[in-house]
Protein backbone atom coordinates (compact mmCIF):
# COMPACT_ATOMS: atom_id res chain seq x y z
CA UNK A 1 0.00 0.00 0.00
CA UNK A 2 1.10 3.47 -1.03
CA UNK A 3 1.49 5.70 2.11
CA UNK A 4 1.80 9.56 1.39
CA UNK A 5 4.82 11.33 3.49
CA UNK A 6 4.57 15.06 4.83
CA UNK A 7 5.82 15.89 1.26
CA UNK A 8 3.62 14.56 -0.92
CA UNK A 9 0.64 15.69 0.95
CA UNK A 10 2.30 19.31 0.96
CA UNK A 11 2.01 19.29 -2.26
CA UNK A 12 -1.52 17.92 -2.85
CA UNK A 13 -2.56 20.41 -0.67
CA UNK A 14 -0.42 23.07 -3.08
CA UNK A 15 -2.02 21.76 -6.14
CA UNK A 16 -5.55 21.87 -4.32
CA UNK A 17 -4.86 25.73 -3.62
CA UNK A 18 -3.83 26.14 -7.47
CA UNK A 19 -6.58 24.86 -9.42
CA UNK A 20 -8.88 26.67 -6.08
CA UNK A 21 -7.40 29.91 -7.40
CA UNK A 22 -7.48 29.69 -11.07
CA UNK A 23 -11.57 30.37 -11.75
CA UNK A 24 -11.05 33.37 -9.70
CA UNK A 25 -7.27 34.46 -11.42
CA UNK A 26 -9.35 33.81 -15.09
CA UNK A 27 -12.25 35.64 -13.91
CA UNK A 28 -10.18 38.62 -12.42
CA UNK A 29 -7.76 38.88 -15.73
CA UNK A 30 -10.88 38.72 -18.17
CA UNK A 31 -12.43 41.20 -15.91
CA UNK A 32 -15.77 39.70 -15.14
CA UNK A 33 -15.64 39.09 -11.40
CA UNK A 34 -16.12 41.64 -8.28
CA UNK A 35 -15.50 41.70 -5.08
CA UNK A 36 -19.22 40.77 -3.86
CA UNK A 37 -20.01 38.51 -6.48
CA UNK A 38 -21.69 35.73 -4.33
CA UNK A 39 -21.51 34.47 -0.90
CA UNK A 40 -20.61 30.67 -2.22
CA UNK A 41 -17.73 32.40 -4.43
CA UNK A 42 -16.10 34.36 -1.37
CA UNK A 43 -16.61 31.28 0.84
CA UNK A 44 -14.40 29.04 -2.04
CA UNK A 45 -11.66 32.05 -2.20
CA UNK A 46 -11.34 32.00 1.21
CA UNK A 47 -10.87 28.17 1.47
CA UNK A 48 -8.68 28.56 -1.20
CA UNK A 49 -6.71 30.84 0.70
CA UNK A 50 -6.52 28.58 3.86
CA UNK A 51 -5.27 25.81 1.43
CA UNK A 52 -2.42 28.10 0.69
CA UNK A 53 -1.58 28.81 4.09
CA UNK A 54 -1.98 25.06 5.09
CA UNK A 55 0.69 24.62 1.95
CA UNK A 56 3.07 26.97 3.35
CA UNK A 57 3.08 26.25 6.85
CA UNK A 58 1.82 21.94 6.41
CA UNK A 59 4.88 20.63 8.92
CA UNK A 60 3.95 23.13 11.48
CA UNK A 61 0.23 22.74 11.31
CA UNK A 62 0.62 18.67 11.56
CA UNK A 63 1.83 18.61 14.62
CA UNK A 64 -1.26 19.77 15.92
CA UNK A 65 -3.74 18.90 12.88
CA UNK A 66 -6.93 20.07 14.27
CA UNK A 67 -6.85 22.92 11.87
CA UNK A 68 -6.00 20.60 8.77
CA UNK A 69 -8.47 18.86 9.24
CA UNK A 70 -11.41 21.73 9.65
CA UNK A 71 -10.63 22.88 6.30
CA UNK A 72 -10.63 19.60 4.93
CA UNK A 73 -14.11 19.11 6.87
CA UNK A 74 -15.53 22.68 5.96
CA UNK A 75 -13.71 22.64 1.95
CA UNK A 76 -16.10 18.91 1.67
CA UNK A 77 -19.42 20.83 3.30
CA UNK A 78 -19.05 23.86 0.86
CA UNK A 79 -19.10 21.34 -2.31
CA UNK A 80 -21.83 19.35 -1.10
CA UNK A 81 -23.54 22.98 -0.18
CA UNK A 82 -22.96 24.13 -3.95
CA UNK A 83 -23.72 21.44 -5.68
CA UNK A 84 -27.23 20.74 -3.97
CA UNK A 85 -27.92 24.29 -4.81
CA UNK A 86 -27.07 23.76 -7.98
CA UNK A 87 -28.41 20.38 -8.88
CA UNK A 88 -31.55 21.96 -7.47
CA UNK A 89 -31.41 24.54 -9.97
CA UNK A 90 -30.10 23.27 -12.91
CA UNK A 91 -31.08 19.48 -12.76
CA UNK A 92 -28.52 16.46 -11.86
CA UNK A 93 -26.25 15.45 -14.57
CA UNK A 94 -23.86 12.31 -14.60
CA UNK A 95 -20.55 14.76 -14.76
CA UNK A 96 -21.41 16.95 -11.89
CA UNK A 97 -22.01 13.87 -9.55
CA UNK A 98 -18.92 12.12 -10.80
CA UNK A 99 -17.17 15.47 -10.35
CA UNK A 100 -18.63 15.95 -6.69
CA UNK A 101 -17.90 11.83 -5.65
CA UNK A 102 -14.36 12.54 -6.86
CA UNK A 103 -13.96 15.74 -4.82
CA UNK A 104 -15.22 13.78 -1.81
CA UNK A 105 -12.66 10.89 -2.45
CA UNK A 106 -10.14 13.28 -2.76
CA UNK A 107 -11.37 14.88 0.43
CA UNK A 108 -11.44 11.74 2.57
CA UNK A 109 -8.31 10.39 1.25
CA UNK A 110 -6.69 13.31 2.44
CA UNK A 111 -8.30 13.42 5.54
CA UNK A 112 -7.28 9.92 6.42
CA UNK A 113 -3.46 10.83 5.15
CA UNK A 114 -3.30 13.80 7.18
CA UNK A 115 -4.89 11.88 10.36
CA UNK A 116 -2.24 9.03 10.03
CA UNK A 117 0.84 11.19 9.92
CA UNK A 118 0.07 13.60 12.54
CA UNK A 119 -0.65 9.97 14.67
CA UNK A 120 2.61 8.66 13.38
CA UNK A 121 4.73 12.37 14.41
CA UNK A 122 2.93 11.84 17.63
CA UNK A 123 3.94 8.41 18.32
CA UNK A 124 7.48 9.05 16.79
CA UNK A 125 7.94 12.07 19.60
CA UNK A 126 6.51 10.05 22.33
Do not use: H
Not at 79 to 104: C, K, P, T
Amino acid sequence: MLKENPRSLRQYFALIAIISLLPFLSAIVQGRWSLFASVPALVDLCLAGLFVYIAVRFYALLQTPTFILTVLMASAASLILNYGVRFMRMGVDRWSIANVAFALLVFWYLFRSVARLAREAAQGSA
